[in-house]
């Protein structure tokens, strides 16, 4: 059974409406403190002296308490409430659609402005929960300019990186749907972990390349990571980079999460062809990246992402080139069955193929999982969608959706 709430649908979106951005507004979501501080001493809210204390004040009542509405921020004088909502906005942008699987599986269609892309885009958060913790799968850019053959994403025209604040709003909106703040009560009905945080985990497995937007998502991450904000640890959030060589040590200096790497071939040729960013950053530069990424060991191993299609990538001798390629760095390989889109000349493997592939890497000493299809019923049943001129191509969804399911990390 799929729960699907359209909240295009007049009333439904009312609620949600009331607490939707109007666009002239400047968010304070995703500015750091000292910003945070400069901005409201700017905006003549507060003299300079209190900028620190009032900045972290809001801080407190943005990523801890998850308020969206200054009239919400108690401890704050009405008139600098008043004040501050005269100028800014800390309002969660606009749900487009929220799907519910069977299986607890959620997305999210998110609508941003232009921001100088020419119309509104649609952007989508897949939200996946397993036994012991609740894994979200974020984007980072509209459409993506790398073009990976296998990837329906590279083929969307649309690009534009989202901002800081749009990063953020992924997980903040998603934390407030699932009741994922203090005193919020968790929706009937929601599959989410039994104990703990519901939002435990998120992957920068979506749209786009995250390290060509690198500024944006490191300032999202290191808010999604403050001790004293949104409080996430940095080893239960995992960036995924087809190979963007050069900031990779940045990645681990800057950021210091997990790392990920889209890797789907085992020598230049072949991987020239899947994931083209390889002609200017071939095997041998990325291998040596991930061997001196900062913080590896054991306890914080890369994930090498492999994508199994049929007859290109699946033999037994390419399983054998993997493990030899891959000695010595502390590695987790995650298999992910291919997902077919209109028009593409990939096929999936064959499970059986998939599972001796697999066997070969387990009996080398890795853990491989291949990630279960995830939400299948929610993928479906976007075909039910009432489609609108600036909505996102029910084809480009439904790739993109199958794509940030299978994608959900291991992490
Ligand atoms: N752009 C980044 C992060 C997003 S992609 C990157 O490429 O790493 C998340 C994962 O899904 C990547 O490993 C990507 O290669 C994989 N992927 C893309 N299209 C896919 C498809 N059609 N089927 C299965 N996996 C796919
Ligand atoms: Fe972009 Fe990643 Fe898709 Fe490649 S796999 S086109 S890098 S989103």
Same mark, same amino acid.
């Given at each position: 059974?799929?729960?699907?709430?359209?909240?295009?649908?007049?009333?439904? !979106?009312?609620?949600? !409406?009331?607490?939707?951005?109007?666009?002239?507004?400047?968010?304070?979501?995703?500015?750091?403190?000292?910003?945070?501080?400069?901005?409201?001493?700017?905006?003549?809210?507060?003299?300079?002296?209190?900028?620190?204390?009032?900045?972290?004040?809001?801080?407190?009542?943005?990523?801890?308490?998850?308020?969206?509405?200054? +009239?919400?921020?108690?401890?704050?004088?009405?008139?600098?409430?008043?004040?501050?909502?005269?100028?800014?906005?800390?309002?969660?942008?606009?749900?487009?659609?929220?799907?519910?699987?069977?299986?607890?599986?959620?997305?999210?269609?998110?609508?941003?402005?232009?921001?100088?892309?020419?119309?509104?885009?649609?952007?989508e958060t897949v939200y996946i929960p397993e036994e012991g913790r609740g894994t979200l799968c974020i984007s980072s850019q509209v459409g993506c300019t790398l073009t990976c053959s296998f990837c329906h994403?590279?083929?969307?025209?649309?690009?534009?990186?989202?901002?800081?604040?749009?990063?953020? +709003?992924?997980?903040?909106?998603? !934390?407030?749907?699932?009741?994922?703040?203090?005193? !919020?009560?968790?929706?009937?009905?929601?599959?989410?972990?039994?104990?703990?945080?519901?939002?435990?985990?998120?992957?920068?497995? =979506?749209?786009?390349?995250?390290?060509?937007?690198? $500024?944006?998502?490191?300032?999202?991450?290191?808010? +999604?990571?403050?001790?004293?904000?949104?409080?996430?640890?940095?080893?239960?959030?995992?960036?995924?980079?087809?190979?963007?060589?050069? $900031?990779?040590?940045?990645? =681990?200096?800057?950021?210091?999460?997990?790392?990920?790497?889209?890797?789907?071939?085992?020598?230049?040729?072949?991987?020239?062809?899947?994931?083209?960013?390889?002609?200017?950053?071939p095997l041998k530069e990325l291998i040596a990246a991930c061997r001196a990424y900062p913080g590896l060991s054991n306890a914080r191993r890369i994930t090498f992402e492999y994508v199994m299609l049929k007859?290109?990538?699946?033999?037994?001798?390419?399983?054998?080139?993997?493990?030899?390629?891959?000695?010595?760095?502390?590695?987790?390989?995650?298999?992910?069955?291919?997902?077919?889109?209109?028009?593409?000349n990939y096929q999936c493997s064959d499970w059986e193929t998939i599972e001796k592939f697999a066997d070969y890497i387990n009996n080398a000493g890795y853990a491989s999982p291949i990630r279960t299809p995830?939400?299948?019923?929610?993928?479906?049943?976007?075909?039910?969608?009432?489609?609108?001129?600036?909505?996102?191509?029910? +084809?480009?969804?439904?790739?993109?959706?199958?794509?940030?399911?299978? =994608?959900?990390?291991?992490?």
């Amino acid at each position: 059974m799929t729960l699907s709430f359209d909240l295009t649908a007049e009333g439904a !979106r009312d609620a949600l !409406r009331a607490r939707s951005a109007p666009a002239e507004k400047p968010s304070l979501i995703g500015l750091t403190r000292a910003e945070l501080g400069a901005v409201l001493v700017e905006a003549g809210i507060v003299p300079e002296r209190q900028a620190r204390m009032r900045a972290q004040q809001l801080w407190h009542w943005m990523y801890v308490r998850g308020v969206s509405d200054f +009239a919400h921020m108690f401890n704050i004088s009405k008139e600098s409430r008043a004040e501050l909502d005269r100028h800014f906005t800390v309002a969660r942008p606009e749900i487009v659609e929220e799907q519910i699987s069977s299986d607890g599986t959620r997305k999210w269609l998110f609508r941003f402005p232009p921001r100088g892309a020419g119309r509104p885009v649609e952007i989508e958060t897949v939200y996946i929960p397993e036994e012991g913790r609740g894994t979200l799968c974020i984007s980072s850019q509209v459409g993506c300019t790398l073009t990976c053959s296998f990837c329906h994403t590279g083929t969307q025209k649309l690009v534009r990186n989202l901002t800081t604040e749009e990063i953020l +709003a992924q997980l903040l909106t998603a !934390r407030d749907r699932l009741g994922d703040f203090p005193d !919020r009560d968790t929706p009937d009905g929601a599959i989410v972990p039994a104990e703990g945080r519901k939002v435990s985990n998120i992957v920068m497995m =979506g749209m786009g390349e995250p390290l060509y937007n690198f $500024e944006a998502v490191k300032k999202a991450l290191l808010i +999604a990571s403050d001790g004293d904000g949104l409080s996430l640890s940095k080893r239960r959030i995992t960036l995924s980079t087809s190979g963007v060589v050069p $900031e990779i040590a940045r990645t =681990g200096e800057e950021i210091g999460v997990m790392l990920a790497i889209s890797l789907h071939a085992t020598n230049d040729d072949l991987r020239d062809l899947l994931v083209p960013i390889n002609k200017k950053y071939p095997l041998k530069e990325l291998i040596a990246a991930c061997r001196a990424y900062p913080g590896l060991s054991n306890a914080r191993r890369i994930t090498f992402e492999y994508v199994m299609l049929k007859d290109v990538n699946d033999s037994l001798d390419d399983a054998k080139a993997l493990v030899k390629l891959l000695k010595g760095i502390p590695a987790k390989i995650n298999l992910i069955p291919f997902n077919p889109w209109p028009g593409t000349n990939y096929q999936c493997s064959d499970w059986e193929t998939i599972e001796k592939f697999a066997d070969y890497i387990n009996n080398a000493g890795y853990a491989s999982p291949i990630r279960t299809p995830r939400g299948r019923d929610i993928l479906a049943a976007c075909g039910q969608l009432k489609s609108e001129s600036e909505r996102m191509r029910k +084809a480009d969804r439904l790739a993109l959706e199958a794509m940030m399911i299978a =994608g959900h990390g291991e992490a």
